[in-house]
C-alpha cells in the first residue's frame, strides 16, 4: 500500500516513470531524479485512459521489496 492511493491496487503490470534532470558543472554525467509516477488504469477505463500518480520511490521500493517477500 502506497500513501499516493486511498485503496489498493490491483496485481498487475503497471509503467514506471522516472523524471531525472542532468546535474550540470561535473566532471562526469550525472543525473538527478525530479519525479517518480506510477501509472494505473482510470475507473473508468474507456478510451485507454489512465492516471498517472506521483509516488515516493523510496516507499515504491519498499513495497516491492515486500511484495517479493510474499
Do not use: C, K, W
Not at 7 to 34: C, H, K, M, W
Amino acid at each position: 500500500m502506497l500513501s499516493a492511493f486511498d485503496a489498493r491496487q490491483p496485481a498487475g503490470t503497471y509503467r514506471l516513470v522516472v523524471d531525472e534532470e542532468e546535474i550540470f558543472g561535473l566532471s562526469f554525467l550525472a543525473y538527478r531524479r525530479t519525479a517518480t509516477m506510477l501509472h494505473i488504469s482510470a475507473i473508468s477505463v474507456q478510451n485507454d485512459r489512465h492516471q498517472v500518480v506521483e509516488v515516493d520511490p523510496e516507499e515504491l521500493a519498499t513495497a516491492l521489496d515486500a511484495d517479493v517477500l510474499v
